[in-house]
């Protein structure tokens, strides 16, 4: 049930037949999909399926063309190295947003819809929620059964405290041995420099690191009339002042904010997507697979 | 200061709104936890302590928006100090405006009723709002409504405003009563009665003298745009123990008003019998005069009195326009010929012919009498006498005096004798179109008898005992050659021409017949006959009279006496008088009745003689009469008036509003 709360069928539809492509070479021996630098690097056989042309030939299942005379290729269980690690921000901060839009939530479909779509080309999948201290954690597993264990993980988790990126990324860092694919969901809402000389050390160690920024659109606009008391969800200070008089000083603050994100992660060669949680999570799949595919 | 619409007042309440949405915005402060708190304390640049200064000034700013706006509707008026200061504003005193339709008349963009309306305005401004007023006019429906101050002067001036001319005659004599009434019930002491009015003499006429028991000043006003025409009628005035009578360019007018302008009056008079039209005639009466209508009809034979109803096109007669008249209707006259020549034969003939073509009703019977015979007949007021005096006479005989004397109209035929009888050498020089003979002639002119040629003469008087000497048609030598005489009471009409065509071709032309129509119907119409003796069934032109006219006797003060006669006019009766000169008190009997009468009017002919001052005072040993003139009015007296008080309104109320918008779309 809790499953079907994040990938229903319309979600499922959308995301079958992609494949997310990592950019980097991988350390993962599955053929196709990611060039490994290891060569005769083999596992338990999980399954046939036909070939296609394209198809590594080494993997052409020999004796089952004797018998039926035609072409399929052996997969296994690992057939592939690439471990992928998702940090989903679970601070005060993500809370903000209706139900429909609010930022924790999308953050926790977006993470089943990518874990789905991992697990769905044999990748490996790991979750780490942190807020100003490490949450849970699940280590990388390939197979479907691993998604559940993610979902009911994401089921119990909450927001609340401040929010720490810094170091969740520190302690995934002393996690990590091999290179991976490292996507962090957040708002981004902590010291800005100390972020991203994190994100900066994680890629000088070889990781591909996705950053995908939640942003609500009234965080960009902030379309209150009146007077408007703001609290800060990650402590009890409050403000009250007259929106209409603050926006303009406001908004080139957090344009400046965000650009900043932008500019520095693409400087480092860090992806960086900017997604608004008023759209549609099959949309920002797509459209972010869809930006993957490029490369 | 006060106000002209006080109940503006009521949505005072609106200016809480403005106070009431700033409490509703308080209470309904959202509370947010806002992910970027940081950036929004960043953003602050003023304090809350300010932008709560804002909010408090921009609540005042609204609400005295509101206010100043509820205000400006409410039209304020500013007097000023020196307004009040006049002895007259603290009487008690009623407003009595005429808006019948005359007063609506254009004159130089503006009306005697827009006038009226200004002044009364000024006058009830200049007022203590303590000062009991009232002001009366006629409603919609021409019924005389009183409006009483009490205390709150915008009653009147709202009163005022809502008034409007309507199509109704004009009740001045019991609009006068109705103020005096209103007066009566307030304390002993001096009141006024302000009237304005353009002062028809329809408005006066068949109304007695009115009495004014409480009424210490009276004041007649004929607006601006009456200038040099305006007139008061006449009014009785008794038993007032001090009374000022005002006026401003007023007058007892003795002519038809026309509006005060100087174009002349323009109306339509339609004569009916039982509802059926049967004569109209469109009049045009000229300023300053006095015009008398004639209509031209058949009456029926069988009736001794016409029940006859006039109608007029007249701007204060537009919905009730009729006038119910009894016109009498009597026997035909007869008509006699009296001569021994051709002259008389040929007249016989004459008149015989035209009543023959004339299609009349009824043909009056013509008798032709030989100066043997004629003092032998019968002849009464009523008849009407041809008489051809053939031969030189300088008296005629005993009976043409003594039928004259009685009253009956006498036409002569008479020969010079000092012409050569058979060469007319002259033509006529001059018509008197102003006499009703010729009055049809008026439009032709001259051209009517440019035909004609008679003989100069040197003519000896006919008669020596004639009182009035009228001539009708003169000849180029300025010689009469038509002439009428006023013997006792009876009428001659001299024609210095024979009937046979000898002396002049007159009787030969075709003017001669008309002519002699005219001159017996004019005849009929002599104000020397008695009522009994007109008769309307040959069809022609009639004075039209009520049936029952009536005369008063003007008495000055040095003994003389006038008669004032009614005349028909456009309404129903006014009193005819003569010009009078000067402003002052005359005595009125009627009906043995003795009354004050009071006037003043411009400058005029006539030989009626004021009294003076000193005599006035005679009158009123105890409290004389004072006799003034209004004083004018001016913008002055309103100091610092309504229309400047709206625009420091209305500059602020735009001021406060920039600011509000000013302050609304910055700061912060």
Known sequence: MTLHKYLNPSILAQLQGLELKARLVVEGTVSGKHRSPFKGFSVEFAEHKSYYPGDDIRYIDWKLYAKTNKFFIKQFDEDTNLKTYILLDMSGSMNFGTEMNNKSEFGKFLTVALSYLMLAQRDSVGLLTFTHKIGAYIPPRNTMDHLHYIVTMLEQSTCSGSTGIAKALHYLANKIKRRGLIIIISDLIDRQQNVLSHLRYLHTMKHEIIVLHLVHPDELTLPYKGTVQFTHPERQDNLTTLPDRIRKNYSSRIQSFIEAYEQNCIHEGIDYHRIMTDNSLEDTVLRFIAKRKRY | ?668
């Open chain 2, 1 to 668: 200061m006060f106000f002209l619409n006080f109940w503006y007042f009521w949505f005072i309440p609106l200016c809480a709104v403005p106070f009431l949405l700033n409490l509703w915005k308080r209470r309904r402060t959202i509370s947010v936890a806002f992910p970027y708190f940081s950036f929004l304390m960043e953003s602050q640049i003023r304090n809350v302590a300010f932008f709560k200064i804002l909010n408090l000034l921009l609540l005042i700013l609204r609400i005295a928006c509101i206010f100043l706006l509820i205000v400006f509707m409410a039209r304020p008026i500013v007097r000023h100090a020196s307004a009040t200061g006049g002895a007259h504003t603290e009487l008690p005193t009623v407003f009595i405006l005429d808006n019948s339709l005359s007063m609506s008349v254009p004159f130089e963009q503006s009306s005697p009723f827009k006038e009226s309306q200004v002044q009364i305005e000024q006058d009830i401004l200049s007022f203590n709002r303590d000062t009991p007023c009232a002001f009366i006019t006629m409603n919609e429906f021409g019924n005389l409504m009183i409006v009483e101050s009490r205390g709150i002067p915008e009653r009147l001036l709202n009163a005022l405003k809502n008034t409007a001319p309507v199509p109704y005659k004009f009740d001045i004599h019991r609009s006068i009563q109705a103020a005096d009434i209103f007066l009566k019930n307030l304390p002993d002491s001096p009141k006024n009665i302000f009237l304005y009015t353009d002062n028809q003499k329809s408005n006066w006429v068949n109304t007695d003298p009115i009495y004014l028991h409480r009424t210490h000043t009276l004041r007649f006003v004929s607006p601006d745009t009456l200038a040099g025409a305006g007139g008061i009628g006449w009014i009785g005035i008794s038993d007032t123990p001090s009374i000022t009578i005002q006026s401003k360019r007023s007058s007892i007018n003795p002519v038809i008003q026309n509006f005060g302008s100087d174009e002349p009056i323009e109306y339509i008079c339609t004569f009916s019998i039982d509802n059926e039209s049967v004569a109209n005639t469109y009049e045009k009466s000229a300023p300053n005069s006095t015009s008398n209508i004639v209509l031209q009809y058949k009456a029926p034979l069988d009736k001794k009195f016409l029940k006859a109803c006039f109608s007029f096109n007249y701007p204060d007669f537009s919905i009730d326009n009729r006038l119910f008249a009894v016109i009498p209707v009597y026997p035909m006259p007869r008509l006699f010929i009296a001569g021994d020549d051709t002259s008389a034969l040929y007249l016989e003939n004459a008149l015989h012919l035209y009543f023959s073509d004339s299609g009349a009703s009824a043909v009056p019977p013509i008798y032709r009498i030989s100066t043997d015979q004629a003092p032998a007949v019968s002849i009464n007021a009523t008849d009407i006498v041809f008489y051809c005096a053939s031969a030189p006479n300088t008296s005629p005989p005993d009976w043409i005096k003594r039928i004259a004397a009685n009253g009956t109209a006498i036409t002569v035929f008479y020969q010079p004798d000092n012409v050569s009888v058979h060469h007319p050498s002259t033509s006529i020089g001059s018509i008197n179109f102003a006499h009703p003979l010729f009055a049809s002639y008026t439009l032709m002119g001259r051209e009517a008898f440019e035909d004609i040629t008679c003989s100069p003469h040197s003519g000896s008087l006919f008669l020596s005992d004639i009182s009035q000497r009228i001539p009708l048609l003169t000849t180029l030598k300025d010689t009469p050659f038509m002439e009428e005489l006023n013997f006792y009471s009876g009428r001659f009409f001299i024609l210095y021409t024979d009937a046979a065509g000898i002396t002049s071709n007159l009787v030969l032309s075709n003017i001669f017949l008309p002519l002699l129509h005219t001159l017996i119907d004019y005849s009929l119409t002599l104000s020397s006959h008695p009522p009994s003796y007109f008769t309307r069934n040959i069809g022609s032109k009639i004075n039209i009279e009520d049936d029952k006219p009536f005369s008063v006797f003007w008495n000055q003060h040095n003994g003389e006496s006038y008669t004032l006669h009614s005349v028909f006019m456009s309404g129903k009766y006014r009193i005819d008088t003569f010009p009078v000169p000067a402003p002052g008190f005359y005595t009125l009997q009627k009906d043995a009745e003795e009354s004050l009468f009071a006037f003043n009017i411009p400058a005029a002919e006539g030989d009626l003689h004021p009294l003076n001052s000193s005599a006035i005072q005679e009158r009123f040993p105890d409290n004389p009469p004072v006799f003034s003139l209004l004083e004018e009015h001016s913008e002055k007296n309103l100091g610092w008036g309504k229309l400047g008080a709206l625009q420091l309104l209305a500059f602020l109320c735009i001021a406060a509003s920039l600011l509000e918008l000013i302050i609304a779309n910055t700061g912060g």
